[in-house]
């Protein structure tokens, strides 16, 4: 995979209703599937790579595969808790591998000497660190848009994993943790071989890095002391 550092801030071209329907249309076929976690998974990892790692369209993507299951799993009939949480699971997994990949894009262009943005830097650690955020959000929107059993059953998905926690939220954290570590390690050995220009990059990267995880870690903290009240 080609993900370059950018792609987290979404600089694909606009999403088309063409797209959305192909990738709806595989969904609700994979809902007939037996191995639905996989084909769920895969065809997430394969939309994300299709739009260059832009998080920008996490919504649309995960909005439309999880519609798209649930419309072919109420079109079976029976029970569908089960199933959809496979399919949930296989999406925050492609969803957590390619946060991931995003964190060790970082890490490889800091290291190779790349000039970021401040801006630019910020925007991107800060959507890894909300990327669990933004799939548990839009689990409940996808509730609130459906209707029937799939509604009610996509609610009580998206409100454990707000309280259990996810797959992609781990993985971001563990990519953030990972990256401020392994700049700051680098900054403060003065590695041999890194030109001052990678050096700056590192030291510049491991501060906003640092200062992205300190808001993470507090608002990790006041989740724990809500769900203990």
């Not at 649930?70 to 569908?80: N, V």
């Not at 991931?100 to 630019?120: C, V």
């Not at 409100?159 to 900054?187: I, N």
């Amino acid at each position: 995979m080609n993900d370059s550092v950018t792609s987290t801030g979404g600089e694909s071209s606009p999403l088309e209703t063409t797209q959305l329907a192909q990738w709806q249309s595989e969904a609700a076929q994979a809902a007939s599937e037996p191995d639905l976690r996989e084909r769920v998974r895969d065809l997430t990892a394969r939309a994300l790579h299709d739009r260059r790692m832009a998080f920008a369209d996490l919504r649309a993507i995960v909005s439309t595969i999880v519609s798209g299951v649930g419309g072919g799993l109420t079109a079976r009939g029976g029970e569908i808790r089960a199933h959809l949480q496979e399919a949930v699971t296989g999406v925050d997994e492609a969803v957590g591998s390619a946060a991931q990949r995003a964190s060790y894009t970082l890490q490889e262009a800091a290291e190779a000497g790349r000039a970021f943005k401040e801006n630019e830097l910020k925007a991107s650690l800060e959507q890894l660190r909300d990327l669990e955020g933004q799939l548990v959000d839009t689990l409940k929107d996808t509730a609130t848009q459906s209707g029937g059993k799939l509604k009610e059953e996509l609610g009580y998905l998206s409100d454990h994993l707000r309280h259990s926690g996810t797959h992609t939220g781990q993985q971001a954290r563990e990519g953030l943790e990972r990256l401020a570590r392994g700049l700051k390690a680098s900054g403060a050995a003065g590695r041999a071989g890194l030109s001052e220009s990678a050096h700056a990059a590192t030291d510049h990267l491991a501060q906003v890095a640092s200062g992205v995880l300190e808001a993470l870690a507090d608002s990790l903290k006041r989740q724990s002391e809500r769900l203990r009240s």
